[in-house]
């Protein structure tokens, strides 16, 4: 299931032109980490002034997609939250707008990485611990390198912000 939703968000954005890439538990399997995900997390390198009409032209695509906009409190400046349903129950994929010119960057490196068959761009190992945290964590955390490695070797992770206020938890993971 993941890997559908993947793909069907992949082609469309490729469609679009729209750089991204993959991050969160996805892109921490890609790279050794043993986790269990239930959600797509994906970082796009584009304007936020556009996400409203990417998240029409992703509805057009057959994916519904919702824009919604972080709040002065939030760490992230906005968000496409796409559900489907499937049979065991509805996946989200969350398309993330950067805020800062690194965020930004680390779309730029990501190298395409098969994810259970499918090429798509992952960011790379010493990109993860920005995309391993929580929201909050990745977009304030000013310790990545040290998060990074205290996320790899305890899977404690920094754990300094709450979770953001206007678009809900974090990425879903199973113990």
């Known amino acids: 299931m993941l890997k559908d939703l993947l793909q069907k968000v992949a082609s469309a954005l490729d469609k679009l032109a729209v750089p991204y890439a ?3 538990g996805l892109a921490v399997i890609t790279r ?9 997390d994906i970082l796009v390198d584009w304007p936020l002034r ?3 009409a990417l998240a029409q032209s992703l509805t057009a695509n057959g994916l519904p997609a919702t824009f919604h906009r972080g709040d002065a409190d939030d760490p992230l400046p906005g968000v496409i939250r796409i ?11 969350d398309i993330l707008f950067p805020s800062r010119a690194w965020q930004a960057e680390t ?16 960011v790379q190992a010493a990109d993860l611990s920005f995309s391993s945290c929580t929201p909050a964590e ?9 998060c990074l490695s205290c996320r790899l070797r305890t899977s404690a992770g920094c754990g300094r ?3 953001p206020k206007s678009i809900g938890p974090g990425p879903t993971l199973d113990a």
């Open 22 to 24: 993959v991050i969160g």
């Open 32 to 40: 050794g980490v043993v986790r269990a995900t239930k959600d797509v």
């Open 50 to 52: 556009q996400a409203a």
């Open 83 to 93: 559900i489907i349903a499937y049979p065991a129950g509805p996946i989200r994929c």
């Open 107 to 122: 779309v730029r490196k990501a190298a395409r990485v098969e994810v259970e068959g499918l090429a798509v761009p992952v």
């Open 138 to 146: 990745r977009w304030t955390c000013s310790m990545r390198p040290a």
């Open 161 to 163: 912000s709450a979770p």
